[in-house]
């Protein structure tokens, strides 16, 4: 069992130097502060079954409590939780900036993983369990870097909201929605945030280092298939089977190929990708050029096209009965802009029999990145990385950052992490053997505390 050990102080301008000096009390709770949140399992199986988030929201409020600050709890239902508190910066005239992060996490199955998904065990200089990536190493940054600076005095140029959230991996529905509809005022002067899934490397080689920053995210359709049919006896031959008309417009939906369609986040992307590898893009073979990606190819390929993935079946009850119904899950992704060719598409495949209905729907977001802000990102990141290079891009899936953006905040993706080459990152995200370097960790915290100060 091994921990890295914080960054030794250095000189003014280098990495580890004068931040490393300023955090070095946070990047020796960072680890323990994420191991802990990891330990308190807030697993989320949506349609609200799960533990909840109160025990989370709870030591949240105990660590921003202990420095000083006044959190509030808010519980949309029993056990359903959020953490908010706001930190006054030196000129709170000025507008005000969210981090926002979740504390529920997926399920996780412990006979799969190599260390118990809840148990935060710190092995080969990694914390590991569910949530270290998705993300509880986010809220444990925040936590060090906010406790940090409390304990010294040091405000931040602006007000800074944080927002620890319920729900957020069932569509935030009892946490961000829930407070975004019920408690605007929570968030009152704040135009801009940050959150998760971006902000971290992807090193192309020792003297180049890409840190993804998420602009834009894809909407979503998750929806309920349902055929009705002539329900009869199995030994029976039935030209009207549910099951088999299903089945058909499933399979047909799960083996599409969606055309590509060029978003100008990815535009951008991909111009940048080309010029940082030195390639020539070929428009017409962009699976290539994604695949130099490794395994963040994952995470990036699915923002050319809108997807539509099947994900459940369900129908009967007995194995000589022939269901009048069946039904099917599927998870609908749409690129910004393209949500009608998105619906228009999934009715022509799925055809006439097929009803569809959502379950959970949410929009598709795209800012630039530009600015101030996106201005913080970059230097603060190379002030600890001078190979980092910072680059925007879409998320496939979707975060919190959907309901604070009904408040007018233009929201980013940043959670910045400096990764080793061989970790499988995308990969971690809902996975088995989620874990998160601690000298990451650290890397993050000294990242987070030059971004307060210059945003």
């Not at 039935?238 to 599409?256: K, P």
Request: proline fraction near 5%.
């Amino acid at each position: 069992m091994s921990q890295s050990s914080p960054a030794a102080g250095g000189e003014h301008g280098v990495p580890g130097g004068e931040s490393g000096r300023r955090t070095a009390a946070a990047e020796r709770e960072v680890a323990d502060l994420c191991r802990d949140l990891i330990r308190i399992d807030t697993s989320n199986y949506g349609q609200n079954e799960g533990p909840g988030e109160r025990a989370a929201a709870e030591y949240v409020a105990e660590q921003l409590s202990e420095v000083g600050l006044e959190p509030q709890i808010f519980e949309s239902r029993p056990g359903r939780a959020s953490t908010v508190a706001r930190i006054e910066g030196e000129d709170p005239s000025r507008p005000a900036l969210l981090i926002h992060g979740h504390t529920d996490v997926v399920p996780a199955n412990a006979e799969d993983w190599t260390h118990h998904p809840f148990s935060g065990e710190i092995v080969d200089g990694c914390v590991w369990g569910r949530g270290a990536v998705d993300m509880k190493d986010m809220d444990a940054m925040t936590l060090a870097v906010v406790r940090e600076r409390m304990r010294s005095g040091r405000k931040p140029p602006r007000d800074v909201v944080l927002a620890f959230l319920a729900d957020e991996e069932a569509g935030g529905v009892y946490g961000a929605r829930h407070l975004v509809d019920n408690h605007p005022g929570l968030f009152e002067g704040v135009t801009e945030a940050i959150g998760e899934v971006g902000g971290f490397s992807l090193t192309v080689d020792e003297d180049l280092r890409l840190y993804l920053v998420e602009t834009a995210q894809k909407g979503m359709h998750w929806m309920r298939l349902t055929v009705d049919g002539t329900a009869g006896h199995g030994s029976m031959t039935n030209e009207d089977n549910a099951i088999t008309e299903l089945c058909e417009a499933v399979a047909r939906l799960g083996r599409h190929k969606w055309p590509v369609r060029m978003t100008k986040t990815v535009e951008r992307f991909l111009d940048e990708l080309s010029d940082a590898l030195g390639v020539e893009l070929d428009p017409d073979n962009l699976d290539a050029t994604i695949a130099k990606l490794g395994s963040v190819a994952k995470l990036v390929g699915a923002a050319l096209q809108n997807t539509a993935s099947p994900t459940q079946l369900g129908a009967g009850y007995k194995v000589n009965v022939i269901p009048g119904q069946a039904t099917a899950h599927v998870d609908g992704r749409f690129l910004p802009g393209y949500e009608d060719e998105f619906l228009a598409e999934l009715d022509r495949l799925l055809g006439p029999r097929v009803r569809r209905e959502d379950v959970h729907a949410d929009r598709a977001l795209e800012t630039g990145f530009d600015g101030a802000l996106a201005e913080a990102m970059r230097s603060s990141l190379r002030a600890e990385d001078p190979a980092a290079r910072t680059i925007p891009y879409m998320l496939a899936a979707g975060t919190d950052a959907k309901s604070f953006h009904d408040l007018g905040i233009r929201c980013f993706g940043f959670a910045p992490l400096k990764l080793p080459p061989e970790l499988d990152f995308a990969g971690m995200f809902h996975g088995v053997d989620e874990r998160v370097p601690v000298d990451a960790l650290q890397f993050g915290v000294r990242v987070l505390d030059r971004f307060l100060d210059a945003s």
